[in-house]
């Protein structure tokens, strides 16, 4: 081999070794490099994740929390509006009720409707008497007995003139001076069903609430009286007086 021959041969040679040296640092360099991605997406996946979690927890709960908040300040105002609406109408049919003024209580009565006496919280569209304005009119000094329904407990026929029904099962209380008052909203709750708001639709509902009369009684003796008032050319008039007490 000649001497140039050997010459070329260590120059390729000496290359070779620092292509090698050279391509392998690359490698290893990358390497690294990737290993690094690695771990910092992870982390920053995972860290991601866990707050918009947290965020989303967050956002529910407090989502929740307004809804219910909304919720109470809707009923609140709705109420309101109610009792804005219909305090003073239910307080004159109220105190003529009270002052056994049938004359002005029939005055309030619906035209076309009536009103319906029930004696129990249950209205039975079927049974419960309806009187018209003009009979309404008379019945401080009807002397004629009417069957009203039947007794709670005992079951016996309610044959009573209006002037002793209206002592035990309209204005057995001042309700006037009730403990409570609801506006389309029940205060009394007893055994028997309460299906006034069905069968009074569109209406406004006011419940004179009692818990408790006498404390030896231990509130067994709470009653409500209920007067139903329904709209008609602008003017609410009463459709339904519903008494409720403790049944058994």
């Known amino acids: 081999m000649n001497k140039d021959l050997k010459v070329l041969l260590l120059v390729l040679a000496a290359l070779a070794l620092i292509f090698t040296s050279t391509a392998c640092s690359a490698f290893n360099l990358d390497t690294d490099k990737v290993k690094v991605i690695e771990k910092q997406d992870s982390n920053e996946t995972a860290g991601q994740d866990k707050s918009t979690a947290s965020d989303k927890s967050t956002d529910k709960e407090t989502q929740n929390s307004e809804l219910a908040d909304k919720g109470d300040v809707l009923q609140a105002d709705t109420e ?47 049974k419960d008497l309806v009187f018209t304005a003009e009979e309404v009119r008379n019945l401080a000094n009807d002397s004629k007995t009417y069957l009203w329904g039947y007794y709670d407990g005992s079951g016996e026929p309610m044959n009573l003139k209006f002037e002793d029904y209206y002592k035990a099962f309209i204005y057995d209380a001042d309700y006037l001076n009730a403990e409570q008052v609801g506006y389309n909203k029940t205060l009394s709750y007893g055994n028997a069903l309460d299906n006034s708001f069905e069968v009074y639709k569109n209406s406004i509902i ?25 709209k008609k050319n602008d003017v609410w008039y009463i459709v339904g007086i519903i008494h409720n007490q403790w049944t058994i």
Do not use: Q
Not at 84 to 97: D, G, H, N, P, Y
């Open 80 to 126: 309101e509006y109610i009792k804005s609406v219909i305090e003073e109408r239910a307080k004159t049919v109220l105190t003529a009720i009270k002052n056994y003024d049938m004359e002005k209580f029939s005055d309030a009565v619906h035209p076309e409707k009536g009103v319906r006496f029930t004696p129990y919280t249950f209205v039975d569209v079927e």
């Open 206 to 230: 006011v419940e004179y609430y009692f818990s408790g009369i006498d404390p030896k009684y231990e509130g067994m003796d709470w009653r409500s009286l209920k007067l139903v008032f329904e």
